[in-house]
């Protein structure tokens, strides 16, 4: 059996298994904790106490759930401070930004006391009552990302369960700590088998898509593993929601205030050292106040610290793993080989941690990998644009459509621009919100279905029309 304290959560129980993966520190490149790897045993178990718990689960009553999920926010917030010091340990985010990480997630669970699956009425008349109800689906696979490894699994776990549904849950091999530790915490609230937790290497995610004993199948990650996500499911018609990659543009208008927007703008593309599938990752300005802005985003970048998050006067961490590290340095080897004019930021640790300065690409080609591309990654192209016909069309002219924003004193002027951005969600001066409320949902290679609000909680549930005859007096 493997010696890490960390086990999977099957059935209410705490799970070991023979083997275990690696768990590294991204600030030092260092091995520090190992999780366990689960095997097809350990997911058929998964998957079987999942069907169990399903009848009794969606007998319970909303209101059940609803307290029920309250109390795993409770319990989440309970253990606020332990769960930060492993966040950051395992993912590399700044010990505040971890924290806001483990309260949002315990915030989604407890947002579920304002969300119900509705029951529609299509049609009332003399002689019947149609009723369209929404019910459970049955036993939900949950793949989750490693870049908010936390907070996307309770994206996860709150309308699936709220809606009657039982799930097994696996986090990014990348990440998988806090998941495991939450596993835990949540079985003790939770009646067995409602949410189990499982954690391997890459051939557990399509082990679990394969599993003929999954009604559904809801993935946060990449475009290009979501496809075969997609491909997977199709061989059962499993449901699926797909939450996939984005390649944002934001269009800065003439007429800002530089010093006002200027840092927003900046948090925007580089936040959590700019993994976020909703950060700006194309930055249009106009051309009037391109060089003035510019300017002002190096000067930030200059001044940002980047380091280990455990420093207080850390702002970003390392980039999470080494692959997604390999990969940005390969778009920045890119850039320069192109002659592309990079600004960096101010310097990063040297060693052996996943460090990378912050920096902005000065007005390079369209057709550059540094903005065809999702870098996911620290690497921000500046882009000048002339006229508002031209750069809707520049904005639009990508395979993604997740999100994207507009910044303009003319409020009125940046709606009539975010109405012709094909995306699911656009910002007016400001970036990177989302509520429990409002649906997310990507277009084009940007997803498929829909989180959060209403919608996301219906795509936990299939309709029933019920025709009810009324008596005639
Ligand atoms: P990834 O696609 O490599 O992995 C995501 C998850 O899928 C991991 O848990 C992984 O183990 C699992 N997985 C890998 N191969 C699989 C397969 N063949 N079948 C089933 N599961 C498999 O993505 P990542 O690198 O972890 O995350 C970064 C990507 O996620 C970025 O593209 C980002 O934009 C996207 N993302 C999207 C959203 C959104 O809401 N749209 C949110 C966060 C991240």
């Excluded at 768990?23 to 904790?33: I, L, R």
């Excluded at 079987?48 to 209101?63: K, Q």
């Excluded at 340990?89 to 006391?113: C, D, M, N, T």
């Excluded at 997740?402 to 940046?414: F, K, R, T």
Aim: glycine share 8%; aromatic share 6%.
């Amino acid at each position: 059996m493997s010696t890490t304290p960390y086990l999977m959560t099957i059935n209410g129980r705490g799970v070991a298994t023979p083997d275990s993966i690696r768990v590294v520190n991204p600030a030092n490149g260092q091995v520090f904790e190992r999780a366990p790897r689960a095997m097809t045993e350990h997911l058929d178990a998964a998957v079987d106490a999942a069907r169990a718990a399903f009848p009794r689960w969606r007998a319970t009553s909303l209101e059940q759930r609803q307290a029920l999920l309250a109390s795993c926010a409770a319990k989440i917030e309970e253990h606020a401070d332990e769960l930060t010091a492993l966040f950051t340990r395992e993912h590399g985010r700044p010990l505040a930004q971890a924290r806001e990480e483990i309260l949002g997630a315990a915030g989604w669970l407890k947002a579920s006391r304002y969300l119900k699956v509705p029951v529609d009425v299509t049609e009332d008349s003399k002689t019947r009552r149609v009723e369209v109800h929404h019910e459970p689906l049955g036993v939900v696979c949950a793949i989750v990302p490693w870049n908010f490894p936390v907070l996307l699994a309770a994206w996860k776990i709150m309308p699936a369960l709220l809606a009657g549904n039982t799930m097994v849950l696996k986090p990014s091999p990348f990440t998988p700590l806090c998941t495991l530790r939450i596993g835990a915490l949540l079985g003790e609230v939770l009646p067995p088998g409602v949410l189990n937790v499982i954690c391997g290497g890459d051939e557990l995610g399509p082990m679990m898509t394969a599993h003929p004993g999954f009604a559904k199948i809801t993935f946060t990650g990449s475009t290009k593993t979501g496809k075969r996500v997609m491909e997977a499911a199709a061989r059962d018609l499993k449901r699926v929601t797909l939450e996939l990659g984005g390649n944002d543009a934001c269009i800065v208008m003439p007429d800002v205030n530089l010093d006002e927007v200027a840092e927003s703008l900046f948090f925007g593309a580089f936040y959590n050292t700019a993994q976020v599938c909703v950060a700006t990752k194309r930055l249009y300005i106009h051309e009037s106040i391109y060089d003035a802005l510019r300017d002002r985003l190096h000067a930030i970048a200059r001044k940002t610290k980047v380091g280990d998050g455990t420093e207080a006067d850390t702002v970003f961490g390392p980039v999470q793993n080494r692959l997604q590290y390999r990969r940005v340095m390969d778009l920045l080897g890119d850039a320069r080989a192109n002659g592309l004019k990079l600004l960096e930021g101010a310097p990063v640790p040297q060693g052996d941690g996943y460090f990378i300065p912050l920096t902005l690409v000065d007005n390079p080609p369209d057709d550059s990998r540094v903005v065809v591309e999702e870098a996911f990654g620290p690497v921000l192209p500046l882009l000048k644009f002339r006229d508002v016909d031209e750069v809707v069309e520049r904005a639009n002219r990508t395979e993604y459509g997740l999100a994207g924003a507009v910044w303009s004193a003319d409020v009125e002027q940046a709606k009539a621009i975010a109405h012709r951005l094909d995306t699911g969600t656009v910002w007016i001066n400001q970036n990177l919100q989302s509520t429990p409320f409002t649906p997310l949902a990507g277009h084009k290679q940007s997803g498929f279905g829909v989180e959060n609000g209403v919608a996301g909680l219906l795509e936990f549930t299939v309709p029933k029309a019920i025709f009810i005859p009324k008596r005639a007096d």
